[in-house]
């Protein structure tokens, strides 16, 4: 990828900023507030909000024209001339805990060079991700072909192959209950933590043997640099049906999600799942 360095200080810049921007308002009930319906069908925060327009002024101060896809104002040029890169950006993954101030909230950041602008580019055009808890402080990042990293140290998903022995994470509301009954009496433990982007990280480091989110309605900006650190981590990312992702970067696309530490483990989820 071109200019990586550039974008990466660019992340950065935007991860720091927006921490300072949300951290008066978490845990405050007015941070919960209703605003405004976003360019995803769903309710902004107000905190939502606030992390979004340090983004958008972030971004505008680069320099640089790029296409920004974000979960509350849809996508969005900026700059002048035609975009270089496209940030896939979830200011804020993790809302209600934030203002509940559960200690699983942060920030996702994806970006995709543009080199053909004629083509709709997707989640497998992801070149540089990163995510960072704000409640922790901790930073993932990948580059593609560079492998994966926790505050700056190199980072592997788990090796543990029993399913009867794994940690799993998992975002079930209004997901099929079958499903999940069938899931919990396998694994040794369930985690539901509420911040995708986070768990998924959780399967980078291995903290996690796996994740999973199987409604089919889980956003592409969630999950387009966390799948990438999952990924340079050696881990796998697949839909439900064993399928890889590709959905298109819009705040409209939906999918479900498994993520595993080795083939092992994602091949068993598959199967206790009913995938295929």
């Keep these: ?47 939502d909000l606030v992390a979004e327009e340090k983004v958008v002024e972030v971004l505008e101060g680069a320099g640089r024209p790029l296409t920004l896809v974000s979960e509350e104002i849809g996508r969005i040029d900026i700059g002048s001339g035609s975009p270089e890169v496209v940030f896939v950006v979830d200011p804020l993954d993790g809302t209600n805990n934030a203002v509940k101030n559960i200690p699983a909230y942060g920030i996702s950041l994806a970006i995709a060079e543009v080199t053909d602008p004629d083509r709709s580019m997707t989640i497998h055009d992801i070149e540089l991700g990163f995510v960072k808890n704000f409640a922790t402080g901790d930073i993932y990042q990948a580059i593609r ?16 192959t029993d399913i009867s022995k794994s940690s799993i994470g998992a ?31 959780y399967v980078a480091d291995g ?5 999973l989110d199987i409604r089919g309605n889980l956003r592409i900006v969630d999950v387009a640099a966390a799948k990438l650190i999952v990924e340079e981590a050696a881990g796998l990312v697949t839909d439900e049906h064993n399928q890889p992702l590709n ?30």
């Excluded at 072909?145 to 543990?160: F, K």
């Excluded at 696309?253 to 498994?258: G, L």
């Design 1 to 47: 990828m071109n200019d990586s360095k550039f974008w990466s200080e660019v992340s950065y810049q935007i991860m720091r900023e927006v921490d300072q921007a949300i951290t008066p308002l978490v845990g405050e009930k007015e941070a919960g507030e209703t605003v405004k319906m976003g360019a995803d069908g769903t309710p902004t925060k107000l905190i």
């Design 171 to 201: 975002y079930i509301y209004r997901a099929d209950m079958e499903k999940v009954d069938k899931l919990c009496k396998m694994v040794r433990r369930m985690r539901i933590l509420g911040s995708v982007a986070v768990e998924l990280c």
């Design 145 to 160: 072909g560079g492998g994966a990293s926790l505050n700056g140290q190199d980072i592997s998903t788990s090796s543990r």
């Design 247 to 276: 959905g298109k970067l819009n705040v409209l696309e939906r999918t479900s999600i498994i993520a595993s530490g080795n083939s092992e483990v994602h091949q068993e989820l598959i199967r206790l799942i009913g995938g295929i």
């Design 207 to 211: 903290t996690y043997d796996a994740f």
